[in-house]
T-cell receptor, first 113, second 118 residues
Framework: DAGITQSPRHKVTETGTPVTLRCHQTENHRYMYWYRQDPGHGLRLIHYSYGVKDTDKGEVSDGYSVSRSKTEDFLLTLESATSSQTSVYFC????????????FGPGTRLTVT | GESVGLHLPTLSVQEGDNSIINCAYSNSASDYFIWYKQESGKGPQFIIDIRSNMDKRQGQRVTVLLNKTVKHLSLQIAATQPGDSAVYFCAENSPVMYSGGGADGLTFGKGTHLIIQP
């Protein structure tokens, strides 16, 4: 599993509340990613990071922000959760930028009511 | 927009038969492709990858074929077993979509659910 953990694994929250999801890795990989997975859409990239304090937007970044203050942690924040952000969120790491090979965490199921 | 897609949402095969899962892509700039397997309740798991300078690559019981002429990718699973039951995704790198100087993000297809019949 490439030493990736995500927390929480499940969360139910109300519309308008802030939510932060955490991805933690134990192997000091440089590249980390946040994806969301929805029926009919597959996985879509939200944000990614290529180093401490270095992040960039992905395909579906609106409504999300990220932070990476330490190599091992990549945080995804929904500043004001909406029902459209109900999804399963996956964190991934890349072990080698030349191959683009990514390994995924177990996921966080988020429900916004 | 350019995206990776799949031909069939569900594929049902008999245990012991070979499975072929197909994927079409449209981004001619993509030069790296990956197949992932996702079991229920788990994150995607890397299966095999292939670069655009190759036509075929083999792993343990799996083979990936790449036809750049028609932009088609396939995953062949030999002697399908019950443990192969999962959703399979193809993914491509996205060198023209993401900036930032690091490893590019991946663009995923919508997935094919492989069902194994006893």
């Amino acid at each position: 599993d490439a030493g990736i953990t995500q927390s929480p694994r499940h969360k139910v929250t109300e519309t308008g509340t802030p939510v932060t999801l955490r991805c933690h890795q134990t192997e000091n990989h440089r590249y980390m990613y946040w994806y969301r997975q929805d029926p009919g859409h597959g996985l879509r990239l939200i944000h990614y990071s290529y180093g401490v304090k270095d992040t960039d937007k992905g395909e579906v970044s609106d409504g999300y922000s990220v932070s990476r203050s330490k190599t091992e942690d990549f945080l995804l924040t929904l500043e004001s959760a909406t029902s459209s952000q109900t999804s399963v969120y996956f964190c991934a790491i890349s072990v080698d930028s030349s191959t683009y090979e990514q390994y995924f965490g177990p996921g966080t199921r988020l429900t916004v009511t | 927009g350019e995206s990776v897609g799949l031909h069939l949402p569900t594929l049902s095969v008999q245990e012991g038969d070979n499975s072929i899962i197909n994927c079409a892509y449209s981004n001619s700039a993509s030069d790296y492709f990956i197949w992932y397997k996702q079991e229920s309740g788990k994150g995607p798991q890397f299966i095999i990858d292939i670069r655009s300078n190759m036509d075929k690559r083999q792993g343990q019981r799996v083979t990936v074929l790449l036809n750049k002429t028609v932009k088609h990718l396939s995953l062949q699973i030999a002697a399908t077993q019950p443990g192969d039951s999962a959703v399979y995704f193809c993914a491509e790198n996205s060198p023209v979509m993401y900036s930032g100087g690091g490893a590019d993000g991946l663009t995923f297809g919508k997935g094919t659910h492989l069902i194994i019949q006893p």
